[in-house]
C-alpha cells in the first residue's frame, strides 16, 4: 500500500486527504492544527507528529499550504520536508505559489534524491470534496506518470504541463482568467437587477450561448442570494493575482484586466470582505454603483 504523508489539512486539504483514504491509500497527517487531524483519524488515517514524522514514512508526500514562504519554510527548512523524505520518494506540493519558489525546491530535492513536483489545483472547496479538482503538474514527466493514480484519486483533470514551476505558471494564467469572469459576472447581475431584469431568465440565455461558464453555473446563485460563504476566500485570490502579476511582469506581458483585478480585490480585502468568498468582488461592485445596502 502507497503510504502518503498529507501536510497541511486546512479548507482543500482535509477533503484531498480524505479521497486519498477512500481511493485505499494509507495517508499520515500533519497539520498545524489538532481538529482536522482528528477529523483524519476518524476517516482511517494517521496522525503525524511533526513535518519530518510524516515525509520520513511516505512513499509520496504533499503539501497543500497557503503561499510561497510557508511551501519554503516546511519543504527547505530544518526537518522539512526535502531534508526527511525518503531518497526516491516523490514530494508533491498542490499549493499555489510562485513558479520561482517552485523551482528552487524541485533544485533542493534534485540534490538530495527527492524528486519534486509542483501540481496546483483548481476547484475549490467542492472540486476538492467532489474529488473534480483540475490539477496541472511540472516537473519531471516520469515522476508525474509515477504519481499520476495518486492525483486522479484527488481530481477528473490531471494533465501534465511542463518543467518545474510550469505547473504554476499555468496556475497563474487560471487566476487570472477566473478572477476576470467573476468580475464580468458579478458587473452583469448588480447591471440587470439595476434595470429590472430577472436573473433566471438571462441567465439561461447566457449559458445557451458565448456568454456560458462555470463560475455562472456553479456560483451564479449564491451571487445572486448575496450568500458568499468561502469556498475560495477572497484573502486568497488576492495573493494569488499577486503572482500573477509578478509572473506577467517577469515575463515582459502586459496584463491590463489581471492589474485591475489584483486592485479590485485588494480594495475589497481592504473593506473588510478578506474572509468571504471570492465572488463577493459582487459587492464591490454594489458599492461603487451606490447600491450596497
Known amino acids: 500500500m502507497t503510504v502518503i504523508g498529507f501536510i497541511g489539512l486546512g479548507i482543500m486539504g482535509r477533503p484531498m486527504a480524505a479521497n486519498l483514504l477512500r481511493a485505499g491509500y494509507s495517508v499520515v497527517g500533519y497539520s498545524r492544527s489538532e481538529a482536522p487531524v482528528v477529523e483524519l483519524l476518524g476517516l482511517g488515517g494517521r496522525a503525524a507528529t511533526s513535518v519530518a514524522d510524516a ?94 493514480p495518486v492525483l486522479d484519486a484527488m481530481g477528473s483533470t490531471v494533465i501534465y504541463v511542463g518543467p518545474a514551476g510550469a505547473g504554476q505558471t499555468v496556475k497563474a494564467a487560471n487566476q487570472l482568467m477566473v478572477a476576470g469572469i467573476i468580475e464580468a459576472v458579478a458587473e452583469a447581475i448588480v447591471l440587470l437587477e439595476a434595470c429590472g431584469i430577472d436573473i ?79 465572488t463577493a468582488v459582487l459587492r464591490l461592485i454594489e458599492r461603487l454603483s451606490g447600491r450596497s445596502n
Open 55 to 148: 515525509s520520513s514514512v511516505a512513499d509520496v508526500v504533499i503539501t497543500m499550504l497557503p503561499d510561497s514562504g510557508d511551501v519554503e519554510d516546511v519543504a527547505l527548512g530544518d526537518g522539512g520536508v526535502i531534508a526527511s523524505a525518503q531518497a526516491g520518494s516523490i514530494y508533491v506540493d498542490m499549493s499555489t505559489i510562485r513558479p520561482d519558489a517552485s523551482r528552487r525546491v524541485a533544485e533542493a530535492g534534485q540534490r538530495l534524491g527527492v524528486r519534486v513536483l509542483d501540481a496546483p489545483v483548481s476547484g475549490g472547496e467542492v472540486g476538492a470534496r467532489e474529488g473534480s479538482l483540475s490539477i496541472m503538474v511540472g516537473g519531471g514527466r516520469h515522476d508525474f506518470d509515477d504519481v499520476k
Open 200 to 278: 433566471e431568465s438571462a441567465s439561461r440565455v447566457f449559458q445557451g450561448g458565448l456568454a456560458g461558464n462555470e463560475i455562472l453555473t456553479r456560483k451564479g446563485g449564491s451571487m445572486v442570494a448575496r450568500q458568499f460563504d468561502p469556498g475560495f476566500r477572497v484573502n486568497l485570490h488576492h495573493k494569488d493575482l499577486g503572482i500573477v502579476t509578478e509572473v506577467a511582469r517577469q515575463a515582459g506581458v502586459t496584463i491590463p484586466l489581471g492589474a485591475m483585478m489584483a486592485q479590485l480585490m485588494g480594495a475589497l480585502r481592504a473593506q473588510g470582505d478578506g474572509n468571504l468568498d471570492h
